[in-house]
């Protein structure tokens, strides 16, 4: 691949916070992304909808470097995520540069993914700790500050199987917080909920929008949720991003039929 | 053929299988330490995404598995010397053993690693930790406890296996009960109480390690 196309660094005043660059990423024969250019600005939100296999999630485990690329680089603050400069030109990254480059971005997952086999202090308190060399009376007093942002401090000494998925969640949502992300990743977060927990999960993520200048990249199927909080959505199919804009024109005027039969279609199913 | 017991025998001998009792246990011992480390990093070393290590690692293991352990024991204290490597029939014994129930255990290792969730490594990266961390703090705590039924059965099995080390003269409680039978012409009273000793370690021992899987079980909060 030639990689000559590609700066090692953004230059000053064109620096997004992301930027996918002719990013591809197939298994096998299978084209699962083609292509994607995609900029998220600091503090942006941007919501990712569309059908299965359209390829959003991958846009997410891509930058949290979960997946490997086959083309393109991914840029974050001006810096190329899996790929480091050497010699003047890009190459893949080594695991030290990829684990410097993966701590400004953090991550929360459809099915949670607490660890079992420690309380929700402990699962906030274990990467500021460990990855972060935080003293434990450091790393205590964030953890607890950031679960009582999630409104989980009074379960704070309870492991994950006491918890409901709601609560779940909100302790996830804190763990990643703790590690001080500069861009945050939701895959899903609310599809495994029961209907009568999502909203104390999204209360916590509305928050998040309204109170902090974190960005954020969602892929969601709340295309309610999606619509109030983003400030941008982008509409996937097919491997391609298909159609964006802010939330009032893609819900309100979509202009590609695709969009227009997904919105319908996830309407009618609502 | 007459039943005939003999207490009195029986009492004079038991001090010395007892005796041999002690070495049983240090054999069976030593020999699952060094199956318990071996065994953890001949599973590390099938996972470690270099083919060339995990190809051989993984015929290392199925030829152990395949072949009689009595025919290990020969080979290392036999055929060890004709490449200078010459061992006492302890240390032999323990090689051997230990390295035969390596294989076994790498193979319960892997399977509890295999069965922890996917998503708890990606949380892990999520955080940024690092390979060893992630091991060491996460993924073996969560295989550890599925595990312990299958590491229990071979520290049950390497106990019995034992009397194999008897073939070249580690004096456990196999070789003891056969040099009492060859010198007092009774084999009845010594190989019965050999079997009493056995039952005696083995019963309790499955009892505790199913304790023991309870306890780590709690301990973890799992």
């Known amino acids: 691949m030639d990689m000559s196309a590609y700066p090692l660094e953004l230059p000053e005043g064109d620096r997004p916070m992301v930027r996918f660059m002719n990013v591809t990423k197939s298994y096998g024969k299978l084209v699962v992304l083609d292509q994607l250019n995609l900029d998220i600005s600091e503090g942006e939100m941007v919501s990712v909808i569309g059908p299965s296999g359209s390829g959003k999630t991958t846009v997410l485990r891509m930058l949290m470097t979960l997946e490997t690329i086959n083309g393109g680089v991914i840029y974050v603050d001006g810096k190329p995520l899996t790929h480091m400069p050497?010699?003047?030109?890009?190459?893949?990254?080594?695991?030290?540069?990829?684990?410097?480059?993966?701590?400004?971005?953090?991550?929360?997952?459809?099915?949670?993914?607490?660890?079992?086999?420690?309380?929700?202090?402990?699962?906030c308190m274990e990467g500021p700790v460990q990855v972060l060399g935080l003293s434990k009376a450091e790393a205590r007093a964030r953890s607890e500050e950031l679960l009582t942002m999630v409104g989980m401090i009074d379960k704070k000494d309870q492991h994950p199987s006491r918890l409901s998925g709601g609560q779940q969640q909100r302790v996830a949502i804190a763990r990643a917080l703790a590690m001080r992300p500069k861009v945050m990743l939701f895959d899903e977060v609310t599809s495994a909920l029961d209907p009568e927990v999502i909203g104390e999960v999204t209360n916590v993520i509305r928050k998040l929008v309204t109170e902090h200048n974190l960005t954020m990249l969602m892929v969601t199927h709340q295309m309610g949720f999606a619509r109030d909080i983003s400030d941008r959505v982008c509409f996937f199919f097919g491997g391609k991003i298909e159609e964006q804009g802010p939330p009032d024109e893609l819900f309100g005027n979509p202009q590609r039929d695709r969009t227009k039969q997904f919105l319908s279609a996830v309407k009618d199913a609502d | 053929m007459s039943f005939n017991w003999r207490w009195d025998f029986t009492w004079d001998i038991l001090p010395r299988l007892l005796a041999a009792t002690l070495n049983t246990l240090i054999a069976a011992g030593a020999g699952y330490a060094i199956a318990l480390v071996l065994g953890l990093i001949l599973a590390l070393a099938q996972r470690t995404g270099w083919r060339g290590l995990t190809v051989a690692v993984r015929e290392f293991v199925e030829f152990i598995r395949s072949t009689p352990l009595v025919l290990q024991i020969f080979f290392v204290f036999y055929v060890g010397p004709q490449f200078g490597i010459r061992l006492s029939p302890w240390t032999s014994g323990m090689i051997a053993i230990g390295l035969h129930y390596s294989a076994y255990l790498s193979e319960v290792?892997?399977?509890?690693?295999?069965?922890?969730?996917?998503?708890?490594?990606?949380?892990?990266?999520?955080?940024?930790?690092?390979?060893?961390?992630?091991?060491?703090?996460?993924?073996?705590?969560?295989?550890?406890?599925?595990?312990?039924a299958g590491m229990g059965n071979y520290l049950v099995g390497i106990f019995k296996d034992t009397p194999m080390l008897s073939v070249i003269g580690v004096a456990e409680l196999m070789h003891t009960a056969n040099a009492i039978g060859s010198e007092s012409y009774r084999f009845l009273e010594p190989y019965t109480l050999v079997g009493v000793i056995f039952l005696a370690i083995s019963l309790p021992t499955a009892g505790l390690i199913r304790l023991f899987e309870g306890w780590v079980r709690r301990k973890l909060g799992l």
């Open chain 1, 86 to 123: 050497k010699n003047g030109t890009l190459v893949p990254a080594d695991e030290k540069y990829l684990r410097r480059m993966r701590a400004s971005i953090g991550m929360c997952f459809q099915h949670f993914n607490l660890f079992p086999h420690m309380t929700a202090l402990q699962n």
């Open chain 2, 109 to 148: 290792y892997r399977a509890g690693i295999e069965a922890v969730p996917k998503g708890q490594w990606e949380a892990c990266r999520a955080i940024n930790m690092s390979t060893r961390d992630t091991y060491l703090r996460i993924i073996i705590p969560q295989a550890l406890p599925p595990s312990i």
